[in-house]
């Protein structure tokens, strides 16, 4: 029997065994008109996700905003992002917090869960559980505030889905790094 597969090419360049994974940039970026949409725009263009975005003034003096974008894609793909967002113009730093060791994130989510019953009292209790604060309440419902990494939103989610969630809304991830050094 022959082989009829062809052997590996130093040239191939399809990353098919690239597991993909999450990755979290922070961005500082001029605060002028445009610079978001330009920075969506690069994602659209190549057809990568935004899985959260975050953006807001960070100096008003400096006209700086920082921008969280959430995304996910294979090694090279990321760094691919990555070297995209460097070489936008209005962009001042570019930084990968998800490779950062001393890399924070969190993200605010407001959960509204409608019950009444046992299931009223097991909402509180997992609220207690997750340090999610009651910021408003009713004889009918609850609006929970929950901070955290984003799989802790996503588990306090799940547990009150079947307690009676109604609605929510979430932050998207912030980011920060751990230290006395800005970015």
């Given at each position: 029997?022959?082989d009829t597969s062809?052997?590996?090419?130093?040239?191939d360049?399809?990353?098919?065994?690239?597991a993909?994974?999450?990755?979290?940039?922070?961005?500082?970026?001029?605060?002028?008109?445009g610079?978001?949409?330009?920075?969506?725009?690069?994602?659209a263009a190549?057809?990568?996700?935004?899985?959260?975005?975050?953006?807001?003034e960070?100096?008003?003096?400096?006209h700086?905003?920082?921008?969280?974008i959430?995304?996910?894609?294979?090694?090279h793909v990321?760094a691919?992002i990555?070297?995209?967002l460097?070489?936008?113009?209005a962009?001042?730093h570019?930084?990968?917090?998800?490779?950062?060791?001393?890399?924070l994130?969190?993200?605010?989510?407001?959960v509204k869960?409608?019950?009444?019953g046992?299931?009223?009292?097991?909402?509180?209790?997992?609220?207690?559980?997750?340090?999610?604060?009651?910021?408003?309440?009713t004889?009918?419902s609850f609006?929970?505030e929950?901070?955290?990494?984003?799989t802790?939103?996503?588990?306090?989610?799940?547990?009150m889905?079947?307690?009676?969630?109604?609605?929510?809304?979430?932050?998207?991830?912030?980011s920060l790094?751990?230290?006395?050094?800005?970015?």
């Open positions: 029997m022959s062809q052997p590996a090419s130093v040239y360049l399809s990353h098919e065994d690239e993909e994974s999450l990755a979290t940039f922070a961005i500082l970026v001029d605060n002028e008109p610079v978001l949409h330009r920075l969506v725009g690069l994602f190549r057809g990568y996700n935004i899985e959260s975005l975050t953006v807001a960070t100096d008003r003096r400096a700086t905003s920082r921008v969280t959430v995304t996910r894609g294979a090694p990321l691919q990555e070297a995209q460097q070489k936008m113009v962009t001042r570019v930084q990968d917090v998800t490779r950062d060791p001393n890399g994130e969190r993200e605010l989510a407001l869960v409608r019950s009444t046992p299931e009223r009292v097991e909402a509180l209790r997992v609220a207690d559980i997750f340090r999610a604060k009651v910021i408003d309440t004889h009918e609006v929970f929950v901070t955290g990494a984003s802790k939103i996503d588990k306090f989610i799940e547990l889905r079947p307690l009676g969630l109604v609605e929510l809304s979430r932050t998207g991830v912030l790094t751990r230290g006395a050094e800005p970015m």
